[in-house]
Structures are given as structure tokens and as C-alpha cells.
Nanobody
């Protein structure tokens, strides 16, 4: 099993920044990539950014140039640096770990609220 714990959410004004962290523990050798997803009220959960174990990154078009995903393998932690935040970025952000056997592990989510 893999456990994921997010932190770093909160309330920020439009144009501000936040950094989310996701600490992984347990059978992390199972993971071949990690990512951030978000779900706004009344909407489906959507991909924000992913990073493979080799460091390759992918971003949603809506966050390109504003968000950066990174990982610290020594700390088993993935980060999401969010700059130039917009009101439409308001959502619950979830950390996800993808395993080699296609199992997806999820964190409990952290709320990000951007006030305009």
C-alpha cells in the first residue's frame, strides 16, 4: 500500500502563489509517477500536472506557464508550485500516485481557494 498526504492549501488572493506538497510513504517502490488533480464544485476531477519517476512532466493547458510540478526523491515528496493564481483555480487538489500495475493511490485532498 501507498499512503499520500497533501499539505499547503489555503486561501490566497488572485495573482498570488501557493505551494502544495505530497508526501508518500509505504510501498513507494510501486510508483512510476505522481500527479496532481483538482476538483471544483459541480465539476469532474481533472488532471493538473504529472511527473514520471524519470522526471518527465505534463501539464494541463490551463496551468501551463503558471504551475510547476517537481519531486524530491530523497524526501519521497512531490510539489506543485502555483503562481499567478486565478479564481478558476479554486478547487480541492488531490495528489495521486500511479503504480506499475495501474493501481492509483489518492491523498485526502487539500482545499485551494483563490479570491478575486
Amino acid at each position: 500500500q501507498v499512503q499520500l498526504v497533501e499539505s499547503g492549501g489555503g486561501l490566497v488572493q488572485a495573482g498570488g502563489s501557493l505551494r502544495l506538497s505530497c508526501a508518500a510513504s509505504g510501498s513507494i517502490f510501486r510508483l512510476n509517477g505522481m500527479g496532481w488533480y483538482r476538483q471544483a464544485p459541480g465539476k469532474q476531477r481533472e488532471l493538473v500536472a504529472v511527473i514520471t519517476s524519470g522526471g518527465r512532466t505534463t501539464y494541463a493547458d490551463s496551468v501551463k506557464g503558471r504551475f510547476t510540478i517537481s519531486q524530491d526523491n530523497a524526501k519521497n515528496t512531490v510539489y506543485l508550485q502555483m503562481n499567478s493564481l486565478k479564481s478558476e483555480d479554486t478547487a480541492v487538489y488531490y495528489c495521486q500516485g500511479g503504480s506499475y500495475d495501474a493501481t492509483a493511490y489518492w491523498g485526502q485532498g487539500t482545499q485551494v481557494t483563490v479570491s478575486s
